[in-house]
């Protein structure tokens, strides 16, 4: 079973940018895909963005495309959320999961999961 932590989160202004990182044990981190969802209180979980394992396939929720970019350097066993244009609706703790396709994770995440990183975006 693979473990993931998140870090990056914090407190940003509207309209600025935050970048998150996912960092996976193991050494099968390039075998499977990741995703990054996120829960603000009082509402479900919900998707965010996902990769395939090597990098070629990304999905993203209408909410944030065009303002977050998901990548990951198998290298270094780690994901990263690039997020900008951030809004105070971006406010919610995120978190990493894995799972067989980008597509599976869009649809049905069923993987592991880290812990989740506060993101707080207020004046």
């Known amino acids: 079973q693979v473990q993931l932590v998140e870090s990056g989160g914090g407190l940003v202004q509207p309209g600025g940018s935050l970048r998150l990182s996912c960092a996976a044990s193991?050494?099968?981190?390039?075998?499977?895909?990741m995703g990054w969802f996120r829960q603000a209180p009082g509402k479900e979980r919900e998707f965010v963005a996902a990769?395939?394992?090597?990098?070629?396939?990304?999905y993203y929720a209408d909410s944030v495309k065009g303002r977050f970019t998901i990548s990951r350097d198998n290298a270094k066993n780690t994901m990263y959320l690039q997020m900008n244009s951030l809004k105070p609706e971006d406010t919610a703790v995120y978190s990493c999961?894995?799972?067989?396709?980008?597509?599976?994770?869009?649809?049905?995440?069923?993987?592991?999961w880290g812990p989740g990183t506060q993101v707080t975006v207020s004046s």
């Open positions: 990769i395939s394992s090597l990098g070629s396939t990304t």
């Open positions: 193991g050494r099968t981190f390039r075998s499977y895909a």
């Open positions: 999961t894995t799972g067989s396709t980008a597509a599976t994770i869009r649809e049905n995440p069923s993987g592991s």
